[in-house]
């Protein structure tokens, strides 16, 4: 995709993301990795409702920024998982409710937040690790991302959101609305005793989709 395309693309997600309510305001930040190896960010304190594709933040392979406004205050988040996992070609992080909800519960958890409800949660998230509450622009974010050695394409900070890292914009936007489908529904279900899946078909999309679990 040209990098004209990718920053329409960005903008065209995320003005998605804002107006089905899964992060407000100015809260959330988005970024892709453009052919030439550099990668596009969304600027601070910008809304998902109106991003600006001439605006976006433009860093080139050595990542130093070359054109833009000045970038996310989350970038150690982004360059975390960018440094940690190869394949990533996206990384999208919000503050959507449920996915926070979840994450304040004593009960989640840390190790793989979400409850086995749905065979898609399994296949496009993995396990999602609940990382420690960090105040919004910390460092130590990306050095907790770093510590999982590239094992999780997502996580959770809790009491602020998800962050998921993905091959590419689409792949990364469509895990993220599916993390908070299914903290949405772990919510609803709390107290309830659902039926969960199995081991053995947890098991079964595991190996027949490829997914990484252990």
């Given amino acids: ?15 998605s993301l ?45 990542g130093r920024q070359v054109s833009g406004d000045r970038p996310t205050k989350e970038m150690p988040l982004h360059a975390a998982f960018y440094e940690t996992r190869g394949t990533a ?3 999208v992080h ?3 409710t449920h996915s926070v ?22 296949m496009r998230l993995g396990k999602v690790q609940l990382l420690p509450y960090f105040r919004p622009g910390d460092p130590a974010m990306g050095d907790a991302v770093r510590g999982l050695a590239g094992r999780r394409s997502a996580v959770v900070l ?15 936007v469509y895990a993220m609305e599916e993390l908070e489908e299914t903290a949405k529904l772990a919510l609803l279900l709390r107290g309830a005793n659902p039926r969960m899946l199995s081991e ?9 989709f490829d997914v990484e679990w252990d």
């Fill in 1 to 15: 995709m040209s990098e004209a395309k990718l920053r329409e693309a960005i903008c065209a997600q995320a003005a």
């Fill in 18 to 62: 804002f107006v089905r309510g899964l992060t407000g305001g100015a809260s959330g930040n988005i970024s892709a990795r453009c052919e030439d190896g550099g990668l596009l960010v969304s600027p601070t304190g910008a809304s998902f409702g109106s991003l600006d594709p001439g605006r976006l933040a433009k860093f080139d392979a050595s």
């Fill in 89 to 91: 070609g996206a990384v």
């Fill in 94 to 96: 919000l503050h959507s």
């Fill in 101 to 122: 909800a979840l994450s304040m519960l004593p009960e989640t958890d840390p190790e793989n937040m979400l409850p086995p409800l749905t065979a898609y949660s399994i």
């Fill in 158 to 172: 809790a009491n602020h959101g998800p962050v998921v890292a993905a091959k590419d914009l689409e792949a990364a």
């Fill in 200 to 208: 053995a078909q947890i098991r079964d999309v595991v190996t027949t």
